[in-house]
């Protein structure tokens, strides 16, 4: 092949009618289109052919995109297409394409193969693609893949892009290694808008980088091949992931347009709510999230031994607000969040909840959702006794001034702590919670010890104690002897100028100890209430 000579193609390239067109477009930068007047034959997806007419051979592509002729004066070279049919294999491995390159509905019969090529910007929409292999693709600008149907995956290992990714209403299918989208590694300087996809398969972000939000608002991500639909630990994401419900107008979904800017999360009259769907397991382990991780209305459906997995996340809100579907399990160890916004109906039940080392401050329940729920997502997450979850609990209601309410919840943690005890410990757990509630509340301390008295006056009026010394000590008085057995460290001077016998040295022995176990928690209470205070 020769060098073009003044914009003319390399003799020997036989240039039919269709590629005579596209080289004469490029060198314009004007849209080659040869789209029929019959929209159902324009389905790069569909089944009608593609003949000759519409067809352009991917070796010429390559040229035009590698070492293309110059442009015509005041003109910008640009490859656009739509409803063209590229035949043959899209090598552009290793290359630096500088022409702006958009193609619309254009279907590709074998497979795009972009690694390590470097590019400005690059949009495919609406195309039909077997693969595309893009590993350590970088661009300046955009990637954007909107509606694109692929069907064995797409590899964007390690590629850098330099603003948005943009896979919008993409559908994807699994390779051989049963991944639909392999990004490993992948940063992006922007957004990565992935909304209202279709994955089938497993879609691998692990450390990935997002400059500012990852959206994947009404997407369905199922792998029944595999133990995950999304696996991305470590990932990173300057702002918000957002795994939530996208608001779809009607005729913008029947006429399958994206919009530029994402889906709008406010709904209109005519539009419709698509929930985000996980059939499968998801992990995050180790992400860093800088705004939130949002979950409103996400719909998880798995597998026993699936879990949605958010092991040691860090973020400043976690919004738990999905529908979960029986089976499955949601592992919240070791993260650590500033707000947790969630509903009562979000979580999984007994034996599918793990908050072993789970911190967060303020708890932010959106619906009904009172302490006993509460205690009951504690329990769930700990069917064999843990004391952390009680003890953060009921740290995040004290320091949001519910100190009545974090009682409760010490309470219940001494009562669940109870059931693991040997018959001598559950034996004294019940006396103590029977009489003062374990000293989480004082009130009742101070009823039992004024009950004591009464009954004690009641005793020592009928069987009064004989003096220490005939003709010395005080005048008998069963009010204050009583007193001054119940009340510890204070000497009314009572208790030594009598001296008990028989049976009621074994009375004044139980006032004694009671007095001590009962005022030690009415002083308890007391300095907890001042310190409130």
Same mark, same amino acid.
């Given at each position: 092949?020769?060098?073009?000579?003044?914009?003319?193609?390399?003799?020997?390239?036989?240039?039919?009618?269709?590629?005579?067109?596209?080289?004469?477009?490029?060198?314009?930068?004007?849209?080659?289109?040869?789209?029929?007047?019959?929209?159902?034959?324009?389905?790069?997806?569909?089944?009608?052919?593609?003949?000759?007419?519409?067809?352009?051979?991917?070796?010429?592509?390559?040229?035009?995109?590698?070492?293309?002729?110059?442009?015509?004066?005041?003109?910008?070279?640009?490859?656009?297409?739509?409803?063209?049919?590229?035949?043959?294999?899209?090598?552009?491995?290793?290359?630096?394409?500088?022409?702006?390159?958009?193609?619309?509905?254009?279907?590709?019969?074998?497979?795009?193969?972009?690694?390590?090529?470097?590019?400005?910007?690059?949009?495919?929409?609406?195309?039909?693609?077997?693969?595309?292999?893009?590993?350590?693709?970088?661009?300046?600008?955009?990637?954007?893949?909107?509606?694109?149907?692929?069907?064995?995956?797409?590899?964007?290992?390690?590629?850098?892009?330099?603003?948005?990714?943009?896979?919008?209403?993409?559908?994807?299918?699994?390779?051989?290694?049963?991944?639909?989208?392999?990004?490993?590694?992948?940063?992006?300087?922007?957004?990565?808008?992935?909304?209202?996809?279709?994955?089938?398969?497993?879609?691998?972000?692990?450390?990935?980088?997002?400059?500012?939000?990852?959206?994947?608002?009404?997407?369905?991500?199922?792998?029944?091949?595999?133990?995950?639909?999304?696996?991305?630990?470590?990932?990173?994401?300057?702002?918000?992931?957002?795994?939530?419900?996208?608001?779809?107008?009607?005729?913008?979904?029947?006429?399958?347009?994206?919009?530029?800017?994402?889906?709008?999360?406010?709904?209109?009259?005519?539009?419709?709510?698509?929930?985000?769907?996980?059939?499968?397991?998801?992990?995050?382990?180790?992400?860093?999230?800088?705004?939130?991780?949002?979950?409103?209305?996400?719909?998880?459906?798995?597998?026993?031994?699936?879990?949605?997995?958010?092991?040691?996340?860090?973020?400043?809100? $976690? #919004?738990?607000? =999905? %529908?979960?579907?029986?089976?499955? /399990? &949601?592992? *919240?160890?070791?993260? +650590?969040?500033?707000?947790?916004?969630?509903?009562?109906?979000?979580?999984?039940?007994?034996?599918?909840?793990?908050?072993?080392?789970?911190?967060?401050?303020?708890?932010?329940?959106?619906?009904?959702?009172?302490?006993?729920?509460?205690?009951?997502?504690?329990?769930?997450?700990?069917?064999?006794?843990?004391?952390?979850?009680?003890?953060?609990?009921?740290?995040? $209601? #004290?320091?949001? =001034? %519910?100190?009545?309410?974090?009682? /409760? &919840?010490? *309470?219940?943690?001494? +009562?669940?702590?109870?059931?693991?005890?040997?018959?001598?410990?559950?034996?004294?757990?019940?006396?103590?919670?029977?009489?003062?509630?374990?000293?989480?509340?004082?009130?009742?301390?101070?009823?039992?010890?004024?009950?004591?008295?009464?009954?004690?006056?009641?005793?020592?009026?009928?069987?009064?104690?004989?003096?220490?010394?005939?003709?010395?000590?005080?005048?008998?008085?069963?009010?204050?002897?009583?007193?001054?057995?119940?009340?510890?460290?204070?000497?009314?001077?009572?208790?030594?100028?009598?001296?008990?016998?028989?049976?009621?040295?074994?009375?004044?022995?139980?006032?004694?100890?009671?007095?001590?176990?009962?005022?030690?928690?009415?002083?308890?209470?007391?300095?907890?209430?001042?310190?409130?205070?």
């Amino acid at each position: 092949m020769t060098e073009p000579h003044d914009g003319e193609p390399p003799a020997g390239l036989d240039l039919t009618t269709a590629e005579w067109g596209m080289w004469r477009a490029f060198r314009t930068g004007s849209t080659h289109d040869l789209r029929t007047p019959h929209p159902e034959r324009n389905d790069p997806g569909g089944s009608h052919p593609w003949g000759p007419e519409r067809s352009v051979r991917a070796r010429l592509v390559a040229l035009l995109l590698l070492d293309g002729p110059p442009a015509l004066p005041g003109r910008v070279s640009a490859l656009k297409l739509n409803g063209v049919q590229i035949t043959g294999t899209l090598d552009l491995s290793g290359g630096t394409v500088v022409p702006y390159v958009e193609m619309h509905n254009c279907r590709f019969d074998q497979q795009v193969l972009l690694p390590e090529s470097h590019f400005t910007t690059l949009r495919l929409v609406g195309c039909a693609i077997p693969r595309l292999e893009a590993a350590r693709l970088r661009t300046e600008g955009d990637l954007h893949l909107p509606r694109c149907v692929v069907q064995n995956g797409i590899r964007l290992t390690d590629a850098q892009i330099g603003t948005d990714l943009l896979l919008n209403q993409v559908v994807v299918r699994r390779d051989r290694r049963g991944l639909s989208i392999a990004a490993d590694g992948l940063t992006v300087g922007q957004d990565l808008q992935a909304e209202m996809m279709r994955s089938y398969g497993e879609m691998s972000m692990r450390g990935a980088q997002i400059g500012v939000s990852l959206s994947l608002r009404g997407s369905t991500l199922s792998n029944p091949y595999g133990r995950r639909a999304l696996n991305a630990p470590q990932l990173t994401v300057e702002r918000t992931l957002y795994l939530t419900a996208a608001w779809v107008s009607g005729a913008a979904f029947a006429a399958g347009a994206t919009p530029p800017y994402g889906i709008a999360n406010t709904p209109e009259r005519g539009t419709r709510v698509q929930h985000f769907q996980c059939q499968g397991g998801m992990r995050l382990d180790d992400g860093r999230f800088g705004d939130a991780v949002d979950l409103s209305q996400a719909r998880f459906s798995m597998e026993a031994e699936q879990e949605l997995s958010l092991r040691r996340v860090q973020t400043p809100e $976690l #919004r738990f607000l =999905g %529908e979960w579907l029986a089976r499955g /399990r &949601v592992v *919240l160890s070791g993260a +650590r969040v500033v707000n947790l916004v969630d509903r009562a109906e979000s979580w999984p039940g007994p034996g599918s909840l793990v908050m072993a080392g789970f911190f967060y401050e303020n708890l932010i329940p959106l619906g009904h959702f009172p302490l006993a729920m509460r205690l009951e997502w504690v329990a769930a997450a700990t069917p064999e006794y843990a004391p952390e979850p009680y003890e953060r609990l009921a740290g995040a $209601l #004290r320091d949001s =001034g %519910e100190d009545a309410e974090a009682r /409760r &919840v010490l *309470l219940a943690k001494q +009562r669940r702590r109870r059931e693991t005890l040997p018959p001598a410990g559950k034996a004294w757990g019940y006396l103590q919670d029977w009489t003062v509630a374990y000293g989480y509340r004082p009130g009742r301390a101070a009823v039992w010890m004024a009950v004591l008295w009464a009954a004690a006056t009641v005793y020592f009026s009928y069987h009064p104690v004989p003096p220490l010394k005939q003709g010395e000590g005080p005048e008998w008085s069963p009010e204050l002897y009583a007193l001054d057995l119940l009340v510890p460290v204070i000497d009314l001077g009572q208790g030594s100028s009598w001296r008990p016998t028989g049976a009621t040295q074994w009375v004044v022995t139980a006032l004694i100890l009671l007095g001590w176990v009962l005022a030690t928690t009415v002083a308890a209470g007391a300095s907890r209430l001042l310190r409130r205070q």
